[in-house]
């Protein structure tokens, strides 16, 4: 079974901090995806980033950056400059068909 | 690009009715769309793939006559509460996959059974 663990339930940051995300997961599969999605206030899930596992170089998007240990199944994410628009819940994701299978979320609050 | 929409955004019925709710691929077509159910403070719940043309794939757990999935077209999945009782109160959201392994969601569905 494949499974996304998220044992972050909330955290906070200041305004222009970095603030790191943690997520493990687990699958025998050699080939899947990793996702970030947000889910701000508005409860509509966007997607942040997105890594491919055959990849060894971590994505990156604007503020946003992975760090993907592939031997350990973790998959973290950085949020740089924290902005207060980036208060949401964030959910880590595996999908190694078209599925995806989430984690229970982290809650992030972002101070001014 | 790949813009989903849902609706209705919100609706209430009365326990025992039906409801229905559309999934739309706006700019892109879809083969295949997903519906998810969602608690409050908790995380997306798969319930059912949604594929054009064919019968969906629900997941295990997931009462298929309660929950009626018709994708009729490229681009609009339903989902049809069917005899919807207070328990069914909940959020759904629907994706749609734009390329393998990615998916982009609409922005959900709240519904009340009173």
Known sequence: AQTVTQSQPEMSVQEAETVTLSCTYDTSENNYYLFWYKQPPSRQMILVIRQEAYKQQNATE?????????AAKSFSLKI??????????????LSNTDKLIF??????QVFP | GAVVSQH?????CKSGTSVKI????????ATTMFWYRQFPKQSLMLMATSN???KATYEQGVEKDKFLINHASLTLSTL????????????YICSARTRPYEQ?????TRLTVT
Request: aromatic share 14%.
């Open chain 1, 62 to 70: 604007n503020r946003f950056s992975v760090n993907f240990q592939k």
């Open chain 1, 80 to 93: 740089s400059d924290s902005q207060l628009g980036d208060t949401a819940m964030y959910f880590c994701a």
């Open chain 1, 103 to 108: 984690g229970t979320g982290t809650r992030l």
């Open chain 2, 8 to 12: 209705p955004s919100w609706v209430i």
């Open chain 2, 22 to 29: 559309e999934c739309r691929s706006l700019d892109f077509q």
């Open chain 2, 52 to 54: 054009e043309g064919s």
């Open chain 2, 80 to 91: 049809t509460v069917t005899s919807a009782h207070p328990e069914d109160s909940s959020f």
């Open chain 2, 104 to 108: 982009y969601f609409g922005p959900g």
